[in-house]
């Protein structure tokens, strides 16, 4: 998937330059290369954030498991009160 990302991007957002420089297919100047060059370079810039989000998504939560899992030995943090008999 990522790999269509970073091939669709691109070119739809050079694609995008290109048309809103509002010149057409006739005229092909330095404006127009300018344009498409940049909306390339957006494009790429969102296909990688958009990757990396996907992989974030992904990943299990930071903490996944109660500190009594991780050390079952150890003693409590905060000691247990002590009973007063009289």
């Avoid at 930071?62 to 007063?84: E, G, L, M, T």
Wanted: charged fraction near 15%; hydrophobic fraction near 45%.
């Amino acid at each position: 998937m990522s790999l269509v990302r970073i091939i669709l991007w691109p070119m739809a957002m050079s694609y995008t330059g290109f048309i809103l420089t509002g010149q057409g297919l006739r005229t092909f100047n330095s404006l127009s290369i300018t344009e498409a060059f940049l909306g390339a370079l957006t494009g790429l810039l969102l296909a990688f954030m958009f990757t990396l989000r996907e992989k974030r998504h992904r990943r299990p939560v930071f903490v996944a498991h109660s500190i009594a899992q991780i050390w079952p030995h150890c003693d409590p943090v905060y000691p247990k009160p002590k009973r007063n008999n009289g």
